[in-house]
């Protein structure tokens, strides 16, 4: 049971305003090709995320140890970044904005700065005044949801929306694009500050000499979770996309189709739900992040001063909405996923690569993420790319969004041969000196 209640509190802590408003516009995208949509979504969505925690068990959840085998520096940026990004530049104020815009899409007459003042305003007094609130919330939270999104998929496939439109895309491309938009559920970065959380739960549980295999059945039950969220989101988006093209923005597309659905009732409860999921992150990513500030400033500023400073940063970027907060932070995505996944990929290697290798292998991939992010920020003022694009346009994968790919496999595995070759010569060495 204690396996079944994290596993829940996992998939709770990652359900927030991404998991409900990226599927639905994706299937609409990619109508027909929704399954392969579904794919390559969760290979980033679900996938980066359950290998995030695994690496983080195999350090204890200890954050520092994690992003150490990039080297102290380069660890500490990335830290910074991840959790910038998924803190105050990114996901904390895309909670309040996304609860926002569905609370005015509904007709609710409140001034949307106001609501953004009220929902920051309680995820600061949860947080200074370390209230239960926010657990009573989760216990309850995720089976309501999983229980309204149950009615709502079950009624959308016996009585779909629409016919599902044939993209212009090949699938390919669908598959490519699907992987970056997974992305945006910034769920594999949130992992490196929610697995500190889970990990500790379960050592408290009794589990620590167990502790990877415990880990591994949470996020089987948090995976299958967000696995069935996202894939039948995505249908239904795709059963609405002959009709909802005029749809751009990601949450006005969710709130047409639950309407469609449900009627107007359903509507408003799923709102309200999602008004809950979100806060709920909001809560927890707040907590999560100040204390990680506290720690890298070594207390040198108080956990209610940090609380403070990133709900006032959180208010001020959620007034620009959920889809230019998805635009500011798609291209810094663009650098840290990469990063992180290099990170990621050495924490689950349980023979580590020579020091002199790993430092190539991040500086290589950091090089070509960064001008990848500078050339993302610059599109998006409309500036010519095309001298800065051609220093990293040749590499493989470069259309699909994964330039870095080849290079890293290359140093990869030349430090993975090097250090095997080094290792059976210094074990040569040991074993004729013995003799």
Aim: glycine share 8%.
């Amino acid at each position: 049971m204690d396996i079944i209640i994290i596993g829940f509190a996992l998939f709770s802590l990652f359900f927030g305003a991404g998991n409900l408003i990226f599927p639905p516009y994706l299937g609409k995208t990619f109508g027909s090709c929704w399954l392969v949509a579904s794919i390559g979504f969760l290979l980033t969505g679900v996938g980066l995320a359950s290998c995030a925690v695994i690496a983080m068990s195999k350090k204890r959840g200890n954050v520092k140890e994690f992003t150490n085998v990039a080297g102290n520096k380069l660890g500490f940026i990335v830290t910074l970044l991840v959790i910038l990004v998924i803190g105050p530049l990114g996901a904390i104020p895309r909670t309040g904005a996304t609860s926002g815009e569905v609370v005015i899409a509904l007709g609710i007459h409140i001034p949307y700065i106001l609501f953004i003042l009220i929902f920051f305003g309680i995820t600061l007094l949860l947080n200074v005044t370390n209230n239960k609130i926010v657990d009573i919330i989760g216990k309850y939270l995720t089976p309501a949801l999983l229980i309204v999104l149950a009615i709502m998929i079950i009624s959308g496939i016996i009585h779909p929306i629409g016919e599902k439109i044939i993209p212009n895309e090949s699938t390919s491309e669908v598959f490519s694009q699907s992987i970056t938009e997974g992305y945006n559920t910034m769920d594999a970065l949130a992992a490196i500050v929610f697995s500190p959380i889970i990990i500790t739960a379960l050592i408290d549980k009794g589990y620590e000499n167990d502790l990877l295999k415990r880990t591994g059945q949470v996020i089987a039950i948090a995976a299958i979770g967000l696995l069935l969220v996202y894939v039948s989101l995505t249908y239904l988006g795709a059963t609405a996309s002959g009709i909802y093209q005029d749809k751009t923005e990601r949450v006005d597309l969710l709130i047409s189709i639950t309407n469609s659905i449900l009627g107007p009732v359903g509507k408003y409860i799923l709102a309200a739900i999602i008004v809950l999921a979100c806060l709920t992150t909001s809560v927890g990513l707040t907590s999560s992040i100040s204390e990680i500030f506290v720690e890298i400033f070594h207390n040198k500023i108080s956990y209610k001063l940090m609380v403070t400073i990133i709900i006032v940063i959180s208010v001020i970027l959620s007034l620009i909405g959920v889809d230019r907060i998805v635009t500011f932070t798609f291209p810094i995505l663009n650098y840290a996923y990469p990063v992180v996944l290099t990170m990621i990929i050495y924490n689950l290697r349980n023979k580590q690569v020579d020091y002199k290798y790993r430092k190539i292998t991040f500086v290589v991939v950091s090089i070509i993420a960064i001008i990848q992010t500078i050339i993302n920020y610059l599109n998006i003022f409309n500036v010519n790319t095309d001298n800065l694009t051609k220093t990293i346009s040749w590499l493989p994968f470069y259309k699909s969004g994964f330039p870095w790919i080849i290079p890293f496999i290359i140093v990869f595995l030349i430090g993975v041969l090097a250090t095997n070759k080094k290792s059976k010569y210094n074990k040569n060495i040991k074993t004729n000196v013995q003799v």
